[in-house]
């Protein structure tokens, strides 16, 4: 049974009969969503998982082209941006409004890092010719052998980019939520009592971060395995 | 092609027709029955049981055990159906060994296809009656399917991708073919004759009208474009004597084992550095659009009829000898 | 006079920015309407052109356009959103005694993301349409073809977000909006219908998403991940592409079934046979349904042992749905049936719904699927489902809570009419593509040859009368809006909350949030034998007495 105060907290919404419920439907709400961005990056899994069993070889040299210190200092990046997010929720949780709003900002700013080196390596690509289209160039260099079939190396790369760049493309709805965020934060708008957004928009940070973890390995260190 | 009346029932001219009949009229008696049992259950219920009506309406309490029954019950049924059509499905895909092997080249909006003895023909095939078939098929652009409803067989045509179909003709006659796979425009007019013929008449018919064997075109084409200046009957030259080839394991650059069959000596053709035989480099230049699927298909056929010539003991593939 | 959701609130904004679920219903009401006008306008077209064997009313541009776009309207913008964005949008919340759903801005969000979906299939239509069949397969929609499709592949992507929403928003109230003591097992089968459909909204619709991407990205850049020239494969796209559209169909029939469910009981006053039974069964068609997209490929070149697979699953796939019919059948034995407009869609939903499922076998049974994949009779199956499956369930759906949404009673006599001709068209139009199919005739044909003429004059004569089956209540229920007999709070007499509430509900549903203690379909079939005809005249009286003293 929830408290006198609560049901006429201003955080209740009409539908709802008490916070509680509001907080659940949120939390369930989000975990549902976050199921579709895991399904909506499962088919893309799927087709890679494919292409990447039909031309290992040449898949194998592609990733050679990829700067993987770049890739997991990247990785290092968006890891920690999840850990000053968590930091940002048990702020919100003890009524800390000071360390939400650092964290919350921490987080932007690392964010906002990780896809700066994005594009920084997707620069690098299109000077090297390995951008999918009339002008992909395939070119050998120290530890990147030659190739013949250069169309497979090219889906490779079609791959990287249509992966990586859905992944920035969620990055850059999470910065908009997050510079919500911050502003909501700065107005007040959280309390121990209330801070749903600030959990449920950790969740969705987290579920990005998480699809990172994936991708780095499967697409930077194609070569590094035990067999080869 | 013959004017047709209006039929309720599709010919049945191949081996698998029975059989395929058999097994529908098998479904046909299910979905009758069931039809007809709900149908008058539920229009005699809601009858008989209609408001205001005085009847006994006390019921007993509700039986799991009816649930399993008619859970059960469908349930064998539609496993009857899975085994049966698995069984003939199996028969379908597993061509026997002695078949008339024809390729069709299937291309918006057109069927091209090529007897073995060089006969070819537009959007008709001619067969002889009793004998295989088995048609090796390709796309030169979208995907089609070649569908001979007479015959009851059907089967995607691929670009790049061989794909083959196999079948008995059991009847004199001409029966429609279609293509079943939206393709374009003018898919509708992708169609053609199928003409079973008694086995000397087609004999006859398949010699004529050749303008060149395709084994003899594959050889004209091997020459034209110069491809033995690198596949060098001795083994001498940038790429592999082929002679013989067809058929073997060998291994590929990279890593793997290649069955040198039709795809990739279609692809080494049209993709050459796709898979690339050890001990050779990725010189080959590719001949896509220089030459057609029915160009590759007769190179195919003429490195097929190259019988195995000795090797020099000192060429690169002696090691890697896999037959 | 109190308000009620429809009168609270005149103005143009107070509906466009709404958060009432009822009201957001109406408005996908009133789009999937036309949506479904479209789509039928065109079947009609091409259905006319059908009727000789050459092309000789369309240019196979035109044609190929036309079956397109019935197909994408149809299957994006009419059957997916159709029952669970009007009848679940407006009944969930009532029917578990909430005040609205989990989200509503973001139901209201659905809505408009389904409008810009449907801009965006304008725009493609307006930039001459596209011709590669609702299914889009490569290479010839990413390489080959001249149309549109990068505007129809966007349309059909925005579309899958909106469900994808009102299917989250569904989840969601379901587990944590229930009334006191409304327990999972007390649940309208309805509700459990849509459940199911929400679960394989969220697991499948993503997928369809990334594949229509890749697409679009394929048409655009031109690049080669479904062209086998530079080293894609086609047949990947018809794995991604069916991974989704075959779960999809489940979408587009178990609201209907849902509906099915609750007008069963109500027409023969009486509980539902077997209701564990029919609730695990819409979760077992949700799972099995997402195991068994190969059989859409069985002659692609498949393996054929990974065609054995998906044969085998899609037979089992079929079980569940019998179960149902046979429960529904059940519910109807020793009933007390009274027999109106609500009662002719449930008998035809079961006839045709029956025959539908069966013919499935058909196409599951692999070695008889050779012969007809992608005939006629794939035409009369499917449409068998979704005509005389959902869209009777979702016309009977219309009728049955008409009352409950709108306050007025439609007429009798032409619920009835319309009904029967929907039945007898639909069976005039789909049966002879059985036989069509099974002669050879391959779908998607703008000419034919001769002999199959007889059976598509019949086709042709039976849309006809479908379509006027269709137009008939577009005429009569906009009719009684206004002049349609003022509805009781149960003119159906029938069990549920939604008909413990006033007809039409108040904004927030209840006067009182209800507090449920009595079983799911608490009917009790011999009472209401008795009771229906001393009620029937004593309402009446009472509502008599009612007019003549309110304003």
């Given amino acids: 049974m929830s408290s006198h105060a609560a049901i006429h907290s201003p955080h209740l919404r009409h539908q709802f009969d008490d916070l509680q419920q509001q907080r659940e439907s949120a939390a369930l709400g989000m975990w549902s969503f976050l199921v579709t961005e895991v399904m909506f990056f499962a088919g893309l899994f799927g087709a890679y998982t494919l292409y990447r069993y039909w031309y290992y070889p040449e898949w194998d040299a592609a990733s050679r082209q990829l700067d993987h210190y770049l890739g997991a200092f990247n990785t290092f990046v968006l890891l920690t941006s999840s850990l000053t997010m968590a930091f940002a929720v048990d702020a919100a949780a003890s009524g800390n409004n000071r360390a939400l709003k650092r964290n919350i900002l921490l987080t932007l700013i690392l964010g906002l890092a990780f896809v700066g080196i994005k594009i920084y390596e997707y620069y690098t690509k299109w000077e090297h010719g390995l951008v999918p289209g009339s002008h992909f160039h395939w070119h050998a260099g120290p530890g990147i052998p030659d190739i013949e079939n250069v169309r497979a190396a090219e889906l490779f790369f079609v791959f990287y980019f249509t992966m990586t760049g859905i992944h920035a493309f969620h990055m850059l709805i999470g910065f908009g939520l997050l510079i919500t965020l911050y502003i909501q934060a700065h107005l007040n708008k959280f309390s121990a009592e209330y801070y749903t957004p600030v959990e449920m928009i950790g969740l969705y940070w987290h579920l990005v971060d998480i699809l990172w973890v994936f991708l780095f390995p499967l697409l930077y260190l194609i070569d590094r395995n035990f067999v080869s | 092609m013959s004017e047709k009346s209006f039929q309720l029932w599709p010919d049945m001219a191949s081996s698998f027709a029975l059989d395929v009949d058999l097994l529908y009229g098998f479904l046909i008696v299910v979905t009758i029955f069931f039809s007809i049992l709900i149908s008058v259950m539920v229009i005699g219920f809601s009858l008989y049981y209609r408001r205001g009506r005085k009847v006994n309406r006390k019921l007993g309490h509700h039986s799991n055990f009816t649930e399993v029954i008619w859970a059960a019950g469908p349930f064998v049924l539609v496993m009857i159906m899975f085994v049966w059509g698995a069984m003939l499905f199996y028969k379908m895909q597993t061509p026997p060994e002695n078949t008339l092997d024809i390729e069709v080249v299937g291309k918006q909006w057109m069927w091209k296809i090529q007897h073995a003895t060089g006969r070819q023909e537009i959007n008709a095939l001619h067969l002889p009656l009793g004998q295989p078939i088995r048609l090796r098929m390709i796309s030169e652009d979208v995907i089609h399917s070649f569908y001979i409803p007479a015959f009851r067989v059907k089967q995607d045509v691929l670009p790049a991708f061989f794909t083959q179909l196999w079948f008995e003709p059991t009847r004199i006659g001409t029966y429609h073919l279609f293509c079943a796979e939206y393709c374009g425009n003018e898919h509708s007019k992708m169609i053609g004759t199928v003409t079973v013929m008694a086995p000397e008449e087609y004999a006859r018919w398949v010699e004529e009208g050749v303008q060149e064997k395709p084994v003899d075109a594959g050889e004209r084409l091997f020459t034209q474009f110069q491809c033995n200046t690198c596949h060098q009957s001795d083994n001498s030259g940038n790429g592999p004597a082929l002679a013989g080839l067809f058929g073997k394991k060998r291994p590929l650059k990279g890593g793997g084992l290649v069955e040198a069959n039709d795809q990739y000596f279609r692809d080494s053709i049209l993709n050459p550095h796709k898979q690339i035989l050890a001990g050779y480099d990725a010189m080959m230049p590719t001949f896509q659009g220089q030459l057609t699927e029915s160009d590759s298909l007769a190179i195919i056929a003429y490195l097929k009829s190259l019988p195995q010539l000795p090797i020099p003991e000192n060429s690169v593939s002696m090691q890697d000898l896999n037959p | ?551």
């Fill in chain 3, 1 to 551: 006079m109190k308000k009620n959701y429809l009168t609270n609130g005149q103005t143009v904004a107070s509906w466009l920015l709404t958060g009432d679920h009822k009201r957001i219903a109406m408005l996908y009401l009133v789009s999937v309407t036309l949506f479904f006008l479209v789509g039928g306008v065109a079947a009609l077209m091409f259905r006319l052109e059908l009727l000789t064997p050459k092309g000789d009313m369309f240019i196979p541009e035109q044609y190929n356009r036309l079956f397109t776009l019935h197909g994408v309207m149809m299957v994006f913008f009419f059957l997916i959103p159709a029952v669970p964005a009007v009848l679940g949008n407006f009944l969930i919340p009532i029917m578990i005694g909430a005040r609205d759903l989990a989200f509503p801005k973001l139901n209201l969000a659905s809505w408009y993301i389904y409008v810009i979906a449907g801009i965006c299939a304008i725009i493609a239509l307006i930039q001459g349409g596209v011709d590669t069949g609702w299914t889009f397969y490569t290479p010839y929609s990413s390489t080959y073809s001249n149309t549109a499709v990068t505007a129809a592949v966007l349309a059909a992507f925005i579309a899958g977000f909106s469900s994808i929403l009102t299917a989250l928003n569904f989840i969601v109230t379901v587990h944590t909006m229930r009334a006191p003591g409304l327990t999972w097992f007390r649940l309208p089968l309805f509700v459990w219908a849509h459940y199911a459909t929400s679960l394989i909204i969220i697991l499948g619709t993503p997928v369809l998403a990334i594949t229509l991407l890749l697409l679009g990205l394929e048409r655009v850049c031109g690049v080669g991940i479904f062209d086998p020239r530079l080293g894609g494969d086609p047949i990947l796209f018809q794995h991604l592409f069916w991974f989704y559209s075959h779960p999809a169909v489940y979408i587009m029939v178990l609201p209907a079934m849902g509906v099915i469910s609750e007008m069963v009981a109500c027409a023969a006053q009486k509980k539902v046979f077997g209701y564990e039974f029919v609730a695990f069964s819409s979760l077992a068609i949700a799972v099995l349904g997402f195991l068994v997209w190969g059989h859409h490929m069985f002659v692609t070149g498949q393996s054929m042992y990974a065609g054995f697979v998906f044969s085998f699953i899609s037979m089992l796939v079929a079980i569940p749905s019998a179960i149902k019919v046979f429960n529904w059948t059940a519910t109807i034995y020793k009933g007390s049936i009274v027999w109106n407009t609500v009662t002719m869609y449930v008998l035809g939903f079961l006839g045709l719904f029956t025959i539908g499922g069966l013919t499935g076998l058909f196409l599951a049974t692999i070695a008889v699927d050779v012969h007809l994949h992608d005939t006629y009779f794939v035409v009369a199956h499917f449409h068998y489902i979704m005509v005389g499956g959902s869209v009777m369930g979702y016309l009977g759906g219309i009728h049955f809570w008409w009352p409950k949404m709108t306050g007025r009673m439609f007429p009798e006599f032409f619920g009835k009419l319309s009904a029967l001709l929907v039945f007898v068209g639909f069976n005039l139009t789909f049966f002879p593509q059985f036989v069509l199919g099974y002669l050879g005739m391959p779908r998607r044909y703008h000419a034919y040859p001769d002999e199959f003429q007889m059976l598509n004059v019949l086709s042709t004569a039976g849309a006809t009368v479908l379509g006027l089956g269709y137009a008939l209540p577009l005429f009569y229920l906009i009719w009684s809006l206004k002049y349609g007999k003022k509805a009781s709070n149960n003119p159906w007499h029938a069990y549920g909350l939604e008909w413990e509430t006033s007809s039409p509900p108040p904004t927030f549903n209840f006067d009182v949030m209800p507090v449920v203690t009595r079983p799911a379909y608490d009917y009790d079939t011999e009472a209401a034998e008795q009771l229906a005809k001393v009620e029937d005249k004593a309402i009446d009286a009472i509502r008599r007495e009612h007019e003549e003293t309110a304003l």
